[in-house]
DNA sequence: GGTTAGGGTTAG
């Protein structure tokens, strides 16, 4: 059991009894005594470590020069090695090494429909299994030849493990692959397929590849990871593979992946910088590497492999009833149905042709619903159908893509689920990007380092300068009188006023209403959640929503106190079961008090005690129950829970006392004449001073003239259209107020994006905490509201 | 444990 090295006379021999037996020929049924298998070794996998010293190691060799006996097919091999023997080959064999294994079993290969391989394996274990490796020659040195042959290791030194780490990769030219070889590959991409889906479980690339033999060579890459597919951008690209087997498929030759395949990918432009797209970041990349993809950019270049038309155009340049490619920027998009999604790309660059307009509901909207005048006019709408779909819903807007034989078609055609007046528009052109992948009809998202993103940056950034101007030249105060601007806004105050700019509402006093026609600046607090705040009418204390982590800790608290408790007269107690299927609440009867009086009218259930449940069981119960109290024991008396935590759940929404202005005490609920029992009829009862919920934010508006940090409060219920109840207890209502502001003020946005707003303010003073000098004018919006964001995607013009 | 695809336009 052990490797060893061969060099020349000096070592080990292979001892001369051993007959070769060719690797094609292997069979379950060979018998391999005496026999030796020689291969070279194309790829070495990792040394695995089991328990105590068991370690395996899985290479797989490859016949050099088949004899003339054996066939073709199969020449390629896994062979398992186990123990001390995995070790050291471990350490002293390097891929390309030519191997003799001796004292093998074979068994069936159980990786031979995913590698393709050899159906057998060898295995070698034990003390009979033996390795000699023959290391090929050193290329050759730069002369004088200053390495004696003599001067080679025939021992395993430090150097030949370094060695070990980083393989040397040889590639094989494309006009001589063997059927069923494993071989590392450059090319020149001719033709490439985005991956998608296959049948099976992994996406599936098609590409073309050429070198300097001229040769053709399909290639199919199945792999489940997207990641691990070559990152193609264009034609010309050149793609370095390893590990990939030959086969013949129709009379030709092509190339499918095999075990411990991996690509990486370059651009194909002379003189550009040779940076390595791949997935893994440890590739092996070195200075032959950089040679080899020079030469092949040069060649490319001189051999008119590639066609010199340029591989995308911009909208500038788009003909009507054309398959073009367009690298653009993702600004929006929007499903139209099951078959069909909506992207708004643009690229800076004007299109000639009228561009189709696609209306869509702004609810289904991903990225901003509207954009100013002059970048509306440059958008392009791209109906994505079929299998593109799947992969534009992952998209997101900002991102950089390439989409591959999109096509323009003239006139424009019916856009399902809308009608014709919606969406027939004659003299339209239209981009569909259809189903299917003929001729790489595909979409890639580009990286930001991308020479071709970088290009479209310039001409985008050069663009927003321009809409930039255009909007502070073309807005108040020279427009401020003019009906021209469209407004995302509209005040109900009734005031017949003019629009102020905003230095004149600061030289303004106090006291005073104003109109203005501003843009939102930015707004705070950025996390919409915190903007909604409980507020006490009585004292006018405003405080947080405390978050479910302290709320727990309260019930939790609560649930603690077991002293005997006596209820009051007024109750019955028992205990109560949660409506759940959920095992974690079983087992657990929580104590629960009704009023005899609610009993008696029938309502029983309409309000309960509940004692000793957690916040999360409430939740549960409350969900069943109209109306819930939680209860503790508090000196052998029914007491509420401290106020911090909601004295009241009423389905999903949740009821606070304030803590200065309550005098809560459990009491008996007088219905008499009541329909339903609702927070205030709870809070009189229990002496609880109910807090409102509120939305509480910080505008900062701007305008030609100045800047003005105004408070949006007393009138935001009304402002964005929502309770601030409702936005308390259902997601909906928050998603209503996340929509509105990402539409007032698009996050990342420019200026040019941002609506204009028609607001009334009203000026007030705040007495500071230092007195007189410290007061401070304050602003409010109020009497306005939000126009929801127009159900068009098109221009407005 | 093992297949997928194997370039060559949708038909909205």
Same mark, same amino acid.
């Given at each position: 059991m052990s490797v060893h090295l061969l060099s020349g006379g000096t070592g080990a021999q292979v001892p001369a009894h051993l007959t070769r037996i060719p690797i094609s020929l292997i069979s379950t049924s060979t018998n391999s005594k005496d026999k030796i298998v020689k291969g070279k070794v194309v790829h070495k996998g990792p040394l695995v470590s089991g328990s105590a010293d068991s370690f395996i190691l899985k290479i797989i060799i490859q016949e050099e020069n088949p004899p003339t006996n054996a066939s073709t097919q199969n020449i390629s091999m896994n062979v398992v090695l186990f123990g001390a023997l995995a070790k050291s080959f471990s350490q002293a064999v390097n891929q390309e090494d030519v191997v003799v294994a001796s004292g093998f079993t074979v068994g069936k290969s159980p990786t031979v429909h995913k590698d393709k391989l050899h159906p057998c394996n060898l295995l070698l274990s034990g003390g009979d299994a033996c390795i000699y490796v023959s290391r090929p020659p050193p290329p050759p040195p730069p002369a004088p030849r200053s390495l004696p042959a003599s001067k080679r290791s025939s021992a395993l030194s430090t150097e030949d493990s370094r060695a070990a780490k980083t393989p040397k990769y040889t590639y094989a030219h494309l006009d001589d692959l063997k059927a069923g070889s494993v071989v590392n590959v450059y090319g020149v991409v001719v033709f490439f397929k985005q991956p998608f889906k296959s049948r099976g479980t992994d996406y599936c690339s098609i590409l073309k590849i050429t070198d300097k033999s001229n040769k053709m060579i399909g290639c199919t890459i199945f792999c489940e990871k997207l990641e691990d597919h070559p990152k193609i951008f264009q034609v010309g690209d050149i793609v370095r593979m390893h590990r990939v087997k030959v086969q013949v498929f129709n009379n030709s030759v092509s190339l499918v992946n095999t075990f411990g395949f991996s690509v990486v990918t370059f651009d194909g432009a002379v003189g550009g910088a040779v940076e390595p797209r791949a997935s893994s970041h440890k590739f092996s990349f070195s200075q032959e590497d950089q040679q080899t993809v020079e030469e092949l950019r040069s060649w490319t270049a001189s051999q008119a492999v590639i066609p010199s038309t340029p591989s995308a155009i911009p909208l500038s340049a788009v003909q009507p009833r054309a398959y073009f490619n367009l690298t653009c920027q993702l600004l929006a998009k929007a499903p139209i149905d099951t078959t069909c999604t909506l992207l708004r790309v643009w690229d800076g660059t004007r299109c000639p042709h009228t561009l189709l307009k696609v209306m869509v509901e702004p609810n289904v909207t991903e990225g901003p619903t509207s954009f100013s005048t002059e970048r509306e006019n440059l958008i392009a709408n791209i109906l994505v159908y079929d299998n593109h779909v799947e992969f534009a819903q992952q998209l997101k807007p900002g991102a950089f893509l390439r989409i591959y034989n999109l096509r323009s078609i003239p006139g424009s055609s019916k856009v399902p689920g809308l009608t014709s007046s919606q969406s027939e528009e004659t003299d339209h052109l239209a981009f569909h990007l259809h189903g299917g992948t003929s001729y790489g009809r595909g979409i890639r998202v580009l990286p930001e380092n991308s020479p071709d993103v970088q290009e479209l940056k310039r001409v985008i950034e050069a663009f927003q300068e321009d809409e930039e101007l255009l909007e502070i030249w073309s807005t108040p105060p020279e427009s401020l009188d003019s009906e021209a601007v469209e407004c995302s806004t509209e005040r109900s105050c009734g005031h017949d006023m003019q629009p102020v700019t905003l230095s004149e509402v600061k030289q303004s006093r106090p006291g005073q209403v104003h109109h203005v026609r501003i843009q939102l600046r930015s707004y705070e607090p950025c996390r919409l959640y915190q903007a909604l705040k409980l507020?006490?009418?009585?004292?006018?204390?405003?405080?947080?929503?405390?978050?479910?982590?302290?709320?727990?800790?309260?019930?939790?608290?609560?649930?603690?106190?077991?002293? *005997?408790?006596?209820?009051?007269?007024?109750?019955?107690?028992?205990?109560?079961?949660?409506?759940?299927?959920?095992?974690?609440?079983?087992?657990?009867?929580?104590?629960?008090?009704?009023?005899?009086?609610?009993?008696?009218?029938?309502?029983?259930?309409?309000?309960?005690?509940?004692?000793?449940?957690?916040?999360?069981?409430?939740?549960?119960?409350?969900?069943?129950? *109209?109306?819930?109290?939680?209860?503790?024991?508090?000196?052998?008396?029914?007491?509420?829970?401290?106020?911090?935590?909601?004295?009241?759940?009423?389905?999903?929404?949740?009821?606070?006392?304030?803590?200065?202005? &309550?005098?809560?005490?459990?009491?008996?609920?007088?219905?008499?004449?009541?329909?339903?029992?609702?927070?205030?009829?709870?809070?009189?009862?229990?002496?609880?001073?109910?807090?409102?919920?509120?939305?509480?934010?910080?505008?900062?508006?701007?305008?030609?003239?100045?800047?003005?940090?105004?408070?949006?409060?007393?009138?935001?219920?009304?402002?964005?259209?929502? &309770?601030?109840?409702?936005?308390?207890?259902?997601?909906?209502?928050?998603?209503?107020?996340?929509?509105?502001?990402?539409?007032?003020?698009?996050?990342?946005?420019?200026?040019?994006?941002?609506?204009?707003?028609?607001?009334?303010?009203?000026?007030?003073?705040?007495?500071?905490?230092?007195?007189?000098?410290?007061?401070?004018?304050?602003?409010?919006?109020?009497?306005?509201?939000?126009?929801?964001?127009?159900?068009?995607?098109?221009?407005?013009?």
């Open positions: 507020y006490c009418s009585k004292c006018t204390s405003i405080q947080d929503v405390p978050d479910d982590e302290l709320l727990a800790s309260v019930f939790s608290e609560a649930s603690k106190d077991s002293d *005997p408790c006596s209820p009051p007269p007024w109750v019955l107690s028992g205990p109560v079961s949660l409506p759940t299927d959920s095992p974690r609440f079983q087992n657990r009867a929580l104590s629960v008090h009704l009023s005899t009086h609610l009993l008696s009218e029938g309502k029983s259930k309409e309000l309960l005690f509940l004692m000793g449940s957690t916040l999360e069981e409430t939740c549960q119960l409350a969900a069943s129950y *109209p109306n819930i109290v939680p209860v503790r024991s508090s000196g052998g008396r029914l007491a509420l829970l401290d106020l911090s935590a909601p004295f009241l759940f009423r389905g999903r929404k949740r009821y606070y006392g304030c803590k200065r202005c &309550s005098k809560a005490a459990v009491s008996e609920l007088s219905v008499e004449g009541a329909e339903v029992i609702d927070e205030k009829m709870v809070a009189e009862a229990l002496g609880v001073q109910l807090l409102q919920f509120v939305l509480l934010m910080k505008l900062e508006l701007q305008d030609a003239t100045d800047t003005l940090d105004v408070f949006l409060w007393r009138h935001a219920e009304s402002f964005f259209s929502v &309770s601030a109840e409702d936005v308390a207890a259902n997601q909906e209502a928050q998603n209503s107020i996340r929509q509105t502001m990402d539409h007032l003020c698009p996050p990342g946005g420019s200026v040019g994006q941002r609506p204009w707003l028609d607001l009334c303010l009203t000026a007030y003073r705040v007495e500071g905490d230092g007195g007189q000098d410290q007061d401070q004018t304050c602003y409010q919006i109020c009497h306005t509201t939000v126009i929801r964001p127009s159900s068009t995607l098109s221009d407005p013009a």
